[in-house]
């Protein structure tokens, strides 16, 4: 289960806890883990987050392609579709990697 964010200024609560990344250095982060499950969060290139899901593997990509691929209308997909229109691209945070899925999901309600 994922959770879309209300538009609101959480840039300040995400640069201090963890580090935006592209996609290369999200791959990256998730490839060199031992831990299955982890937790992300899909940021308008400012560092403004719109979502926030928990993963495994590369749940996280996936969002972008399905935002090509589709006409579904969700704000998700808009965002993601806008940020591709201007020319820029989504960023990504790694909020956390985890062992048990229970964690990972707690974590993802959290934020």
């Known amino acids: 289960m994922s959770a879309e964010l209300a538009p609101s200024d959480h840039r300040a609560w995400i640069a201090q806890l963890l580090c935006q990344h592209g996609a290369l250095e999200a791959d990256q982060v998730l490839a060199g883990s031992t831990k299955p499950f982890y937790v992300y ?9 719109f979502y926030v899901g928990k993963g495994v593997g590369r749940r996280v990509f996936q969002h972008e392609a399905e935002a090509r691929n589709t006409r579904r209308r969700t704000h998700k997909l808009n965002v ?6 201007s020319g820029e691209t989504v960023r ?3 909020a956390g990697l985890y062992d048990l899925e229970t964690d990972a999901h707690a974590e993802e309600r959290r934020l």
Do not use: C, M, Q, T
């Open 41 to 49: 969060i899909l940021l308008r290139p400012d560092g403004e987050p």
């Open 80 to 85: 993601i579709r806008a940020i591709h229109r």
């Open 92 to 94: 990504y945070a790694i």
